[in-house]
C-alpha cells in the first residue's frame, strides 16, 4: 500500500513540475489603455511594447511577430544574468528592435556580466540605454514627451535627481525603474505620470496564493501611475505557480478631465 502512496506522490510531483515549467514558457501579452489628462494632445498615442526581467529566455520571432505598431521598446532590466551568451542576448536584442526603437536600463541580473561588455553591446545594437538619464521627444507643435530612466537600485547606483535634472518642467514623463521601490524616493514636483518596472516576478511561485512578493499589478498611486510586471523570465529555477509571466502592450493616451 506504501508504495501505491508513494507512486501517486511522486506522480503529482513531476505533473507538478511540468505545470510550473509549461507556466515559465508561456509568452503572454497583457494589452491595456492608459489615458491620463496630462497626456499631450498633439502626440494622440504612443503605443510601448514593455518587457522585463528576460534573463535566461529566448525571445523568438513568433513572439514578436504577434505585435505590431509599437512606437517604443522598453526593456526593463535583467535584461540577462550570469552564464547568458552574449550572442543570445544579442539575438534577443535584434528581435525587440524588430518592433520599434528600443530603450534599456540596468537591472541587478545585468550586473553579474561584464557590464562593459554589454554596454557595448547595447549601443552596437543603437540601444537608448538609461542611465540616470532621460530622452526627449517633442511634437511638431511643441509638447514634449520625455522618457526617464533610473539606474540599478540594489546596487546604489540609481540616482532619480540627476535622472531629472534636464527634463522639462511641463513635459510628460514615464519613468523606467526595474526596481519598484524607486516610488519610495519620489519628493514633490516630479511630476511623473507612469512608472514602469519589474524585478519582483510577481513572487514567481506562489503556493496557496502567497508568495514572497505581490504579484504584477497596475496601481494608482497618490503621486502616480505604476505597472509592476511579473517579467518574461525566471530567477534560479525555470518554474512558475500562480505567477505567469507577462510583457505589456500598453497606449497611453490622452483623457478629458470631468
Same mark, same amino acid.
Do not use: C
Given at each position: ?50 518587457? =522585463? &526581467?528576460?534573463? %535566461?529566455?529566448?525571445? !523568438?520571432? $513568433? ?7 509599437? +512606437?517604443?521598446?522598453? *526593456? ?92 522639462? =518642467? &511641463?513635459?510628460? %514623463?514615464?519613468?523606467? !525603474?526595474? $526596481? ?7 519628493? +514633490?514636483?516630479?511630476? *511623473? ?66
Amino acid at each position: 500500500m506504501i508504495w501505491i502512496i508513494l507512486g501517486v506522490v511522486a506522480l503529482f510531483g513531476v505533473s507538478l513540475l511540468f505545470y510550473m515549467y509549461k507556466q515559465a514558457m508561456q509568452e503572454n501579452i497583457i494589452e491595456q489603455t492608459l489615458a491620463f489628462p496630462d497626456f499631450p494632445q498633439s502626440f494622440g498615442k504612443i503605443r510601448i511594447f514593455f518587457i =522585463s &526581467d528576460i534573463h %535566461k529566455r529566448k525571445i !523568438s520571432a $513568433e513572439f514578436i511577430n504577434k505585435i505590431n505598431n509599437i +512606437d517604443l521598446v522598453i *526593456i526593463g532590466g535583467d535584461l540577462t544574468e550570469k552564464k547568458v551568451p552574449l550572442s543570445q542576448v544579442s539575438e534577443n536584442i535584434e528581435q525587440l528592435k524588430e518592433l520599434g526603437i528600443v530603450f534599456f536600463v540596468w537591472g541587478n541580473n545585468d550586473y553579474e556580466v561584464d557590464y562593459h561588455e554589454l554596454d557595448s553591446l547595447l549601443l552596437q545594437q543603437g540601444v537608448k540605454i538609461l542611465d540616470n538619464t532621460s530622452y526627449l521627444f517633442e511634437s511638431e507643435l511643441g509638447d514634449r514627451l520625455e522618457l526617464v530612466g533610473v539606474d540599478d537600485l540594489v546596487h546604489e547606483r540609481d540616482d532619480l535627481a540627476t535622472a531629472l535634472e534636464e527634463t522639462e =518642467s &511641463d513635459s510628460f %514623463k514615464i519613468l523606467v !525603474s526595474h $526596481e519598484p521601490e524607486i516610488v519610495e524616493k519620489f519628493a +514633490d514636483g516630479e511630476n *511623473i505620470s507612469l512608472v514602469l518596472s519589474g524585478h519582483t516576478h510577481g513572487g514567481q511561485i506562489r503556493i496557496f496564493g502567497f508568495g514572497p512578493h505581490e504579484k504584477g499589478r497596475l496601481t494608482q498611486l497618490p503621486h502616480t501611475t505604476q505597472l509592476i510586471s511579473n517579467g518574461f523570465g525566471t530567477s534560479l529555477v525555470p518554474l512558475r505557480l500562480g505567477a505567469p509571466p507577462e510583457t505589456h502592450i500598453l497606449t497611453v493616451t490622452t483623457r478629458a478631465e470631468a
